[in-house]
């Protein structure tokens, strides 16, 4: 009995590892899509908390901007991880490759 993974065997790991980045992929605009939203929500709750008086309008486009800054790293952070995962996941397949 051979201890190579068959030509059917490899083929299947490769699908695998295709259908996995494609939902990593998936789950990075679907969190990337939730924290917009999650902000959207946040700026509307201040912007109904904050008193319509002078200086209360430069509050809001502070937060505003802070908020969006958070949901830009929060994705990049996302972006990033997924970015190892894959290469990761390649090396590991190239590895099996390389053992045949």
Sequence with gaps: ????????????????????SEDMVQALEDGGRAAVEAVRLFLVTVEEAL?????????EEKITESALKMVQDLIHTQAEFLRKA?????????RSENEK
Excluded: F, N
């Excluded at 083929?11 to 259908?19: N, P, Q």
């Excluded at 008193?51 to 509050?59: D, I, T, Y």
């Design 51 to 59: 008193p319509q008086v002078e200086g209360a309008r430069k509050l």
């Design 86 to 94: 894959v290469d990761s996941a390649s090396k590991s397949l190239s």
């Design 1 to 20: 009995m051979s201890s190579e993974p068959s030509e059917q065997e490899t083929t299947g790991v490769v699908e695998r590892a295709t259908e996995l």
